[in-house]
């Protein structure tokens, strides 16, 4: 079912109409979208509410010497002013990060970042709390900034975390994997070997919609309400509950609409703390929701991995083993987003989609006096960075071999026939067929016509160069298994809930979090091809700790893989159910009973017409319910997967750089998906669209940047530049589709994989434009300026 353009189909043979697995549903969540009738935190509005601003520091580091709240506190309509001081007595100053460390709430003594939180104000409305702020008087004693994780390794650098007993130094973790010894020698007994330095630059998740929250703590009923903008409401509670005190049945998190995620919502940050707190001191509904800059400047970062990559290779491209070193920058506090056991994510995936024997991975992190993080932005725990290590040095290699980037790969992929597989890193690679997914890619883009025509170019001594870049990555998502992945001790399962009412339709709630996914549409689906229902029958809800089954939330790509699966299973249940009510209104034996996909009916065996559908025994489990079994027709199932999935997939990327001037353009974006079994197709190829958006990005025009001072210069969307329909071309994608053997539906994430894969691919393209010149590596973002000096170095420039 395959449009001639390799574009998606709706997949027929699949879904019986009913809107189950395969069919492009319409999204049911964007009726209210469209309409304006989304609700985020910010729409929220209670009676009595009050607001809260954030004084933060203009400093990177420095002392507080002192806080002056009485001017601030003179200001109509200001109600409190709080400093670490006002935290303290509730003992709420401080906060653990999701790593273990203690992060302050609001600065109780040093700053470690500007615009780090340093009081609130809390007033009747944001315009007079943004007055009553700009009237809070700090005293500041300046230190000397420490900026750059090399910097924050010098002997004589001035220590940012004096509040952690004994430290001298900024060191904060090393981490390693694989054989030293083993690669070490490949790398001596290799007939080649490539090294390249490359920085995976500090990026912001950027959602559209800020971090906010409204805490709202209710005194009647001893409870506190906090909505917030929650990618993991549950693990969210958990967390208030061991920060505050409060029991945890005595808290609600409410995670409304989310206008994005993208990893930023992930932490718990200051502000939301500050709202919570607020609200149980005051008793009255508060309200803090972030501006833009606020959100780039002190929420969780992304990336800033600088790294160097080795190959070790036959003469004839085989490569043998990979080695790499990582200077990691983790900002003022270790608060980087992963599963506790960790440190560097899932960064040792480094091997990717290559059969390499030997591999031998260091990491040395620092805090330095910038925002902490190490949080995310489409990455699945850092597999963007490993990605891009090893397929930047997969084009390495080949230019250093003169052979074609994508025939060495074609030369080291895992084999089909080799999954399950595990990686010398200790990865247990579901499935893949790598080679499928780069030939179909390399037809789509007219791979063999562009060489050509890239050479014709080169000999014509054209003005604008052409270069052709692959990648073809291989993804790790869906956290668990409980046993390797926890957060703050908690397994990363996760969980669904379906009820079966007695007219026969169904609300299902998930412990994951949509922030744009499309869940309330695919979850439906999944449900509804496996009971038989229609997927207008079915309503899924999220995002209320009130209600929903506990579970890990939205990340990592982690809700199809876990959710997902809870989903299926969970409908299964219903359905064995189902079987012993079908029996009972059928008048057989439960054991002959059957149950038929594609009419999504229960029958006697060997009796078609004798049949029933789900809406029928629905009423029967409520109307007429067997002596056997319980009434009602429910059930929940909290899904430990045995192992993450795989995604994979080949992308092609064609640019055409200027000459003259540096300037990249986009000539044709190939890219082919593979996440196994499809829910959705069209949600499928939203996902890719934004994630390919986002990968442009990365390569073309992000950075938060600082100067020497510690003053974010790349902090606001003037100077941290997102790419605009403008800056997008026309995308081609295509699918393959190798299932996973463990997942119940053979589903594996989709959500992340454009973004992993993408930015390789583009750099390797502008790369290969000038490679006969001699280049082998251009730093991201590759702004015009960058390129323009690459191509002067290679004597390519005009
Ligand atoms: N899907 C499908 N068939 C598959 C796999 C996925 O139809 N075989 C569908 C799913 O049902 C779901 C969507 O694709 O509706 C994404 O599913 P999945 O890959 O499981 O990822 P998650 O739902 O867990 O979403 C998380 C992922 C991450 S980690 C980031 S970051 C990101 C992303 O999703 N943030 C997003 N995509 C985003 N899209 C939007 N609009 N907003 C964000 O914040
Ligand atoms: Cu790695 S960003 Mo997403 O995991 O929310």
Known sequence: AEAEDGGPQPEKHCGHGR???????????????????????????????????????PHAHARIEDIDKSRALSVDGVVAVLTAEDLLEHDLATMPTLMDDTQDVLVNDKVKFQSQEVAAVIATDRYTAKDGAEKVVVDYDVLDPVIGAENALEDDAPVIRDDIEGKEDNHCLDWETGDEEATAEAFEEADVTVKEDMLYQRLHPAPIETCGAVGDYDPGKDKLTVHMTSQAPHIHRTLFAQVSGIPEHKIRIVSPDV???????????????????????????????????????????????DMTGELAATEDGEIQAVRTDVLADHGAFNAVAQPSKFPAGFFNIFTGSYDIDTAYGTLTAAYTNTAPGGVAYRCSFRV?????????????????LDMDPAEI???????????PYESATGWNYDSGDYEKALDKALEMADYEDYREEQQRRIEEDADKLLGIGVSSFTEVVGAGPGKSCDIAGVEMFDSAEIRVHPTGNATVRVGVQTQGQGHETTFAQIVAEELGMDVDDITVEHGDTDTDPYGLGTYGSRSTPVAGAAAAVASRKVREKAKAIAANELEAAEEDIDWDRESGEFHVAGAPDRSITITEIAAGAYMNHPSSEEPGLEAINYYDPPEMTYPFGSYIVIVEVDRETGEVEFEKFVAVDDCGNRINPMIIEGQIHGGLAQGIGTAMLEHVTFDDNGNVTGGDFMNYLLPTSMEIPEFETGHTVTPSPHHPIGAKGVGESPTVGSPPAIVNAVVDAMSHGGISHVEMPMTPDTVWEKLDEAGLAM
């Open 409 to 419: 790969r074609r030369k080291n992929f895992i084999q089909p026939e080799q999954f």
């Open 259 to 305: 206008g994005g995620g993208f990893g930023n919502k992930v932490p718990i940050y200051p502000g939301y703390v500050v709202a919570a707190a607020a609200s149980y001191v005051l008793e009255e509904p508060v309200k803090w929701v972030e501006e833009r800059s606020e959100n780039i400047q002190s929420t969780g970062f992304a990336r800033d991995y």
């Open 384 to 400: 963007t960075e490993a990605v891009y290590l090893i397929e930047r040095m997969v084009k390495v290699l080949a230019d250093e």
């Open 19 to 57: 809107g189950g697995m395969g069919e492009e549903v319409k999204r049911k969540e964007d009726q209210r979208f469209i309409t304006g009738r989304g609700n985020y935190v910010d729409d929220i509005k209670k009676p009595g509410m009050l607001h809260c601003e954030i004084v933060r520091s």
